[in-house]
């Protein structure tokens, strides 16, 4: 039986016309190469892959080992001849193929659909969603949160209470109002950080206090820290996270279930990474502060300074979520030469020193 038909050597994806000859112990492909070099290949048919792609009346074979050598014919009597020529080979039409073939615009434009919708779902609905969620979101619930992540992320650390007292005390002469019950919290720790809860805590760990040289450096510290809280950073995050249930009572007009939904929760819910926009947004609204208080904004880049020398190594901005440490710096070194003259805060240099000195003795 012979037949025209297209042949893939299966190094490469071009196709050679060729002429096949199907005998009983060999089938015989014979095709001009690339090289316009007159070829043939020889095949066991027992080593013939038992399923073959149908389409319409073209046959596709494999043959071999991969990358597989395939063959490519059009006939409508074919597979019939085949199973007569030989019988002993369990030769079978792949119909999941032949449905795909059939379908293949459909099914390319479904996944297309579905992966657009996906996007849409997940870069414009959810943050829409947790957008309208956190507008609608009690503070009592906010605050309710906070108080159960407080809990957890003190458990088993070592306070300095009155350090904590002073730098509080700190904060709110800072703020001077807030929506907030605000509490600073000093954690003993050699770990320079600091972080903010939902609905007013605040936990600074005391290596990074130690740090320090002025209280123009804990105002930005803490000023930045209080604006997460402010500008209700963390719960937009928590909420984000439970977007697709948060639309449902959305939908639902549920609020108080949204709440008891969010609160029992929170412990699984309780990321606070910020991401580059919400850092940024924080480092504005922080300088803001100090720049109400009259504190001078060498506070902020004396404080971004020590952050770098104890940072990780940062990845290249593109490829990070939060703003690099540099990035902060150039920021601060900005708003410094924008900044007029600064008369200083007595009243915060007075809580700095008081909260230095309970650093040292407790």
């Known amino acids: 039986m012979r037949y025209q038909g297209f042949y893939t050597t299966g190094q490469s994806g071009h196709n050679f016309a060729c002429e096949v000859a199907f005998n009983t112990d060999t089938i015989s492909i014979t095709y001009t190469d690339s090289h316009s070099q007159l070829q043939t290949v020889n095949w066991n048919p027992t080593l013939l892959h038992p399923h073959y792609k149908s389409e319409n009346q073209t046959h596709q074979f494999s043959y071999g080992n991969f990358p597989y050598q395939t063959l490519r014919i059009t006939d409508s009597g074919l597979p019939l001849a085949l199973k007569q020529l030989y019988p002993a080979l369990p030769l079978m039409s792949n119909k999941q193929f032949s449905f795909y073939a059939w379908n293949k615009p459909f099914i390319i434009g479904l996944l297309l659909t579905v992966s657009t919708l996906f996007l849409l779902i997940w870069f414009v609905l959810l943050p829409w969603v947790a957008h309208f969620a956190l507008d609608h979101f009690p503070k009592k619930y906010e605050v309710q949160i906070g108080e ?17 007292k002073q730098a509080t005390l700190f ?17 003993h720790s050699k770990e320079v950080n600091a972080f903010a809860l939902p609905g007013g805590h ?6 990074i206090l130690h740090s320090m040289n002025s209280y123009e450096e804990l105002a ?3 000023g930045h820290e209080y604006a997460h809280v402010k500008l209700r950073h963390s719960t937009r995050n928590i909420l984000r996270q439970a977007s697709i249930t948060i639309l449902l009572y959305s939908l639902m007009g549920d609020v108080s279930g949204l709440g008891a939904y969010v609160l029992q929760n929170a412990a699984s819910l309780n990321n606070l990474q910020y991401s580059r926009e919400l850092e940024k947004e924080a480092d504005v609204e922080g300088y803001q502060l100090m720049q109400q208080k009259q504190v001078d904004a060498s506070g902020m ?17 593109f490829l990070s979520t939060h703003p690099t440490t540099d990035e902060r710096i150039t920021f601060a070194k900005e708003k410094l030469s924008e900044q007029k003259n600064t008369n200083g805060n007595e009243t915060l240099k007075y809580y700095f020193d008081q909260m230095k000195k309970q650093l040292l003795t407790n």
Do not use: C, R, W
Request: net charge negative; no cysteine.
């Open 148 to 164: 159960e992540m407080y809990k957890g992320s003190v458990q088993g650390k070592q306070l300095n209470s009155e350090a904590g």
């Open 171 to 187: 904060l709110k002469a800072l703020i001077d109002s807030s929506e907030y019950p605000v509490q600073v919290d000093v954690v």
């Open 301 to 317: 880049l004396h404080l971004f300074e020590t952050l770098k020398k104890s940072a990780a190594p940062q990845v290249p901005p």
């Open 220 to 222: 930005a510290l803490l």
């Open 202 to 207: 605040i936990i600074v760990y005391d290596g």
